[in-house]
């Protein structure tokens, strides 16, 4: 068994307590999507907590390159997070985002206050040593009298709309930035929130539908013959919404060079079909998927 696995059934089995050199420390596991393999890769990584947020370093006990896992998160910005709580271990999914120019500066200074060993990596190597930003996300409103599977798809859903608003806010302040400096220069590049939030809801759309395609659709509509039409129209959905999801990407792409008030059209047409389309989904499925478990009883 590898060190760090050994370190990870610990954590596990101790309620995020465990001994060895990480003894008496703060420490997490975070789980990221190998850049190449595709599989969940699990890591216990030191954290500093920053209000009410999680900092973790991409130190590497001080490597001239950046460990695996910071690689992993470029890729895929959608990981899941192990630390330690009041009742025993606790879990939320999130959207790892590398701070970035004075944020970067400010949240370094406040992690080599709470763990001076951070300063020596860096003076070790050229690279800056990337600092990572964990938010847990908000709760989550389920409506009432909705539960099991139902109860899923509305967190899900909120956990789109929240990343759709996330990109939204995210050009807004990269116009205001080029407007506040409108010199002969190139435009500035784009912002790594901005990257990661809209790469993150991409990626993961893209896996909500094909989930939903090849075995929820298909379970519901011979659970519930009714549902046909629906189901029907929501496939159908999928595949104008696989086009819009292509035209956000090459949106975002041309963030550099675009007119903010097109911009800002498009995206307003492209929101008003995803949020339509997440909408409808809701209303017809909703009092059904209620009578569904989730998660799966045995």
């Known amino acids: 068994m590898s060190f760090n ?12 307590r465990v001994g060895g ?10 789980t990221t999507t190998g850049a190449r393999s595709g599989r969940p890769h699990t890591v216990p990584l030191g954290y500093v907590r920053d209000g009410g947020r999680l900092l973790v370093v991409g130190s ?3 490597s001239p390159r950046h460990p695996a896992w910071y690689h992993n998160l470029l890729a895929a910005p959608s990981v899941h997070v192990e630390v330690p709580g009041d009742a025993g271990i606790e879990e939320f999914d999130t959207v790892a985002v590398p701070a970035e120019g004075e944020l970067r500066e400010r949240l370094f ?16 190597v050229d690279r800056p040593l990337p600092v990572v930003v964990l938010e847990r996300p908000g709760p989550v409103e389920v409506p009432e009298g909705f539960t099991g599977l139902a109860a899923k798809l509305v967190e899900v859903h909120a956990w789109l709309r929240a ?12 116009f205001a930035a ?20 809209c790469l993150a809801f991409c990626q993961f759309l893209h896996f909500h539908h094909t ?13 519930y013959p009714h549902l046909a039409g629906p189901l029907e129209r929501l496939r159908a959905e999928h595949e104008a919404i696989a086009r819009v999801q292509g035209e956000l990407t090459a949106l975002i792409a041309d963030l550099p060079g675009a007119e903010p008030a097109r911009f800002h059209a498009e995206l307003d047409r492209l929101s008003e079909e995803l ?23 045995g």
């Open 5 to 16: 696995q050994s370190v990870i059934e610990e954590f596990r089995a101790n309620a995020g």
């Open 21 to 30: 050199p990480f003894e008496g420390g703060d420490l997490l596991l975070l």
């Open 60 to 62: 590497a006990g001080g």
């Open 109 to 124: 200074a406040r992690v080599v206050a709470a763990a001076p060993g951070y300063a020596d990596y860096q003076a070790k």
């Open 163 to 174: 990343q759709l608003a996330n990109v939204r806010t995210e050009a807004e302040a990269y």
């Open 178 to 197: 080029r407007a506040a400096d409108p010199g002969p220069a190139a435009p500035p590049p784009l912002g790594m929130q901005l990257r990661q939030h």
């Open 211 to 223: 989930a939903e395609d090849g075995f929820v659709f298909p379970a519901l509509g011979e659970r």
């Open 275 to 297: 949020i339509a389309h997440l909408e409808y989904e809701e209303r017809s499925l909703l009092p059904a998927l209620s009578e569904i478990t989730f998660p799966p009883a």
